[in-house]
């Protein structure tokens, strides 16, 4: 399978405790994205990188979270001290990346990640 | 007021019913995106379009750039239809997608 992958898809974790996630673009795409998804709302933009460079942050990423994508293919997120707010899905998309409207810029999404905060 | 809004928020439909999913905008975008999300969250990329109008299968996009405003079509819909439907728009060179809430569709027999 091609496609972005997440790992893992689903975490129960208890309050305060540390959670790490991780996505793998699809091969060669150059943009990674994450957005987090509440439950009946849309999905909100979280962060992306170009390669290894986080490019933009989203004022809903506090401090509690930090995003990496050392050697510009995996990238992980991780949430420290968690709290029963950060439950939602985490949606991690790639895409090619180019400038312009043409197809580069379509964004594929993983399956997501699930997290649980009792 | 969400920069991007859908209506309905629900839409229940009976099988072979022409269905319309609308999206209004309130900012200048450079793309708008229409994706679809079964249960268990995974969003498949329907289309993406800056003008005019896109079909694919029983599915067509039209956006109205003056109007700021974009319709999902599916023609004789299908139990298998029954999923979330998102618009999505991209604005300038941003690259990140700034969602609506989603339309709700199930689709019966």
């Known amino acids: 399978d091609t496609g972005v992958s997440q790992d893992p898809r689903h975490k129960i974790t208890k309050r305060g405790q540390n959670v790490t996630f991780r996505c793998d673009p699809i091969s060669e795409h150059n943009r990674l994205y994450w957005y987090r998804q509440t439950l009946g709302q849309g999905p909100e933009f979280l962060t992306y990188f170009q390669n290894e460079a986080q490019l933009e942050k989203s004022r809903l990423l506090s401090d509690r979270f930090s995003a990496e994508r050392p050697k510009g293919s995996f990238s992980t997120l991780e949430i420290q001290r968690t709290e029963q707010g950060d439950s939602a899905m985490y949606l991690c998309?790639?895409?090619?990346?180019?400038?312009?409207?043409?197809?580069?810029?379509?964004?594929?999404f993983g399956p997501g990640t699930r997290l649980t905060v009792l | 007021k969400n920069e991007v809004e859908q209506s309905p928020q629900n839409l229940t439909a009976q099988e072979g019913e022409f269905i319309t999913i609308n999206c209004s905008y309130s900012v200048g975008i450079s793309a708008l995106h229409w994706l679809q999300q079964h249960p268990g969250g995974g969003i498949v990329s329907l289309f993406m379009?800056?003008?005019g109008k896109k079909k694919h299968g029983r599915l067509i996009a039209t956006i109205n750039i003056q109007e700021k405003h974009s319709s999902l079509h599916i023609t004789a819909s299908h139990p298998r239809d029954s999923a979330v439907y998102i618009c999505a728009v991209r604005t300038g060179t941003a690259s990140k997608l700034t969602f609506g809430t989603g339309t709700r569709l199930q689709v019966t027999l």
């Open positions: 998309a790639s895409s090619a990346g180019l400038a312009g409207v043409g197809p580069y810029n379509e964004q594929f």
């Open positions: 379009l800056s003008s």
